[in-house]
């Protein structure tokens, strides 16, 4: 998994909070919960997001699609996230995932897509080595060496040289 900037986690996570999530049971308080992706697949990480009807400090998940249950950390907005390890070995289909907030337990659904996330190779390639180098720019090099660019170039050095001893053996002024 790439490592997302703290910003960009936190954005996507209230996004995932406050989208589309259905619960199995309603409740007038039951927190939403929210999982990216899902559809997981095996040995996936999932992002859990719980808000509403929790007041703890944190809040566990845990299902039997994941490899062990996840502590929920709540932020300044009140969202409890975490992320979940999908096991290699989970079946596809539902899943039933329990949120436990100070005893309060509520039951959402995930659902794990059968594959796994094993990268497909790609075809073999008859030559995979380009044969000639990058067609970038040259840098000028390509002219040949200009008579007058050298002439112009070697007074700039001289002229440089000149002035730098110039301001060393001049008596300063006190």
Request: proline share 8%; hydrophobic share 35%; charged share 15%.
């Amino acid at each position: 998994m790439r490592v997302i900037p703290a910003v960009a986690l936190a954005c996507l996570t209230t996004a995932s909070a406050l989208s589309v999530a259905v619960p199995m049971a309603v409740a007038g308080d039951q927190p939403t919960f929210s999982a990216t992706p899902n559809p997981a697949k095996p040995g996936d990480s999932v992002i859990l997001s719980v808000s509403g009807g929790c007041e703890a400090d944190s809040a566990t998940a845990s299902s039997d699609a994941f490899e062990g249950d996840v502590t929920l950390s709540t932020g300044s907005a009140g969202i409890y996230t975490g992320t979940a390890k999908i096991s290699s070995t989970v079946r596809s289909g539902d899943h039933e995932v329990r949120v436990d907030c100070e005893g309060g337990v509520s039951a959402y659904q995930l659902t794990v897509s059968a594959g796994s996330t094993t990268p497909t190779p790609m075809p073999t390639m008859p030559n995979p080595l380009p044969d000639r180098g990058v067609h970038a720019g040259t840098g000028g090099s390509h002219s040949g060496l200009d008579p007058a660019h050298l002439a112009g170039g070697a007074g700039l050095v001289v002229a440089a040289a000149g002035y730098a001893v110039y301001k060393m053996r001049r008596p300063r002024e006190e």
